[in-house]
C-alpha cells in the first residue's frame, strides 16, 4: 500500500513505530561512535604511514558508499522490515572482521573489514526516512527529529563502551569491535518488532520520473548539497579531532570525552528542531545551524586545551543538526512514493562520498599541515551551504510573488 499516504498502517501507530526506529538509532549511533573513536587510533597504531591513519574510516564511509544505493534498490523490492533487518547482518561479519584484523596487527585487513562494517551504516541511514513513511505529512519533521534523537544514547553509550572494552580482551582494541556484534543483534530483534508499511505492488513497478527530472528541483539539489555538505563539515572535523588531540599530547579519555559531548551535541537538539522547523521555517533552522558551524571553528582556532576542542565540537554537533535535520525535511517534499528509493539513494550516495573525501583528507592535513589548516578547510564548504540556502530563499519568494 502506499507508504506515503498510510494506506496499510493507522497512524495511530505512528508513535510506537518512530520510537523503536528511534532506538534503532541509538545503536546504530553506539556502534558508530565507537568504530569512529577508535577506528583512527587503531588506524594510526597499524598503520605503515601517519598519513594514512583515518583509512580505515574512510573505507567505513566507502562501505556505506558503494551500498547505498543498492540497498535502497533492495528495500524497494523486498520491503523496509526484511531490507533492514538483512542489512544489519552485514555490521556482525564486519565486526568479526575488524576484531580479526587486530588479532593479526593487519592494518589493510582492518580497512576491509571497515568497508564491509558500512554496508550495515548505508541500511541504517534510512531509518529516518522510514520515520516519515509512517507518519502523517504534518509529523514528519518531528518524527525525523525524534528517530535522530535515539542517537543521543549512542553518543554516551558509544565512547563509554569504547573506553571500557579498549582493553578488554586480546590486543588493545579487539575486545571494543566485538562488543559491536551485541548491538547489532539487539538491532535486528527491534527492527523485527516495526511495523512498516510497504509499497504496493503497483508502486514497486512504478519507475516514477526520471532521476534527471528529479534533480532538476532547486529544492532537490540544496537538500542534497546541505545534507553532503553538512554531513562533510561534520565529518572532517570529527575525524581529525582525536589525532589532534593525541598530537597536542591529551590522553585517550579526554579525546572519548570531548568525542561524547559532541555526538550528544549532535543527536540533544533534535527534540526540539522539528518545532523549531515548524516555528520559524527550514531554511532560518539551516542557517542558524551553518552559524554554528562557523562559530565551531573560531573556538577551534582560539587553542588547543580540552576545553577548545570540546566548545568546538558541541557548536560543530548542534550546528549539524538543524543542517541535517532541515536538509532531510526539504528532500521529503521532492519525491512520489514510488520514486523514494532513487531519490533517496542518491542523496545518501552523495551524503557518504562527501564523508568519505572528509574522513581521509582530514587525516592527511590534520598529520601533516596541523589542525589550524583542518579548519581553515572547512570554511569553503561553509560558505557553500549558506550560498545555496540563499538562492533557494530568493526562488521561494519568486514563487510566492
Known sequence: MNSRHGNSLPFGNTHRNVGLLAACQALLMTNNSTLIAINGLAGLALAPNPSLATLPVTCWVVGGALATMSASQYMKRVGRQSGLIRGASIGIVGALICAAAIWQASFWLLCFGALVFGGFNAFGQYYRFVATEVSPPDFRATAVSLVLAGGLVGGILGPTTSRVTVDLAGPRYMGAYLVLIA????????????RIPDLSAAEQAATGRPMSEIARQPKYVVAVLCGALSYGVMNFLMTSTPIAMGICGHPFGDAAFVFSAHVVAMFAPSFVTGSLIKRFGTIPVMLAGAALNIAAIGVALAGIAVANFWWALVLLGVGWNFLYIGATALLTET???????????????????????????????????GWDRVN???????????????????????IKI
Open 183 to 194: 548491538f547489532v543483534l539487539l538491532t535486528m530483534a527491534i527492527l523485527a518488532r516495526i
Open 335 to 369: 519525491y512520489r512514493p514510488e520514486e523514494r528509493a532513487k531519490a533517496q539513494g542518491v542523496n545518501e550516495f552523495a551524503i557518504f562520498a562527501m564523508m568519505a573525501i572528509s574522513s581521509l583528507s582530514s587525516g592527511m592535513i590534520v598529520t601533516n599541515a
Open 376 to 398: 581553515y578547510s572547512a570554511v569553503p564548504l561553509i560558505a557553500m551551504v549558506i550560498l545555496s540556502l540563499g538562492f533557494l530563499s530568493i526562488q521561494n519568494r519568486r
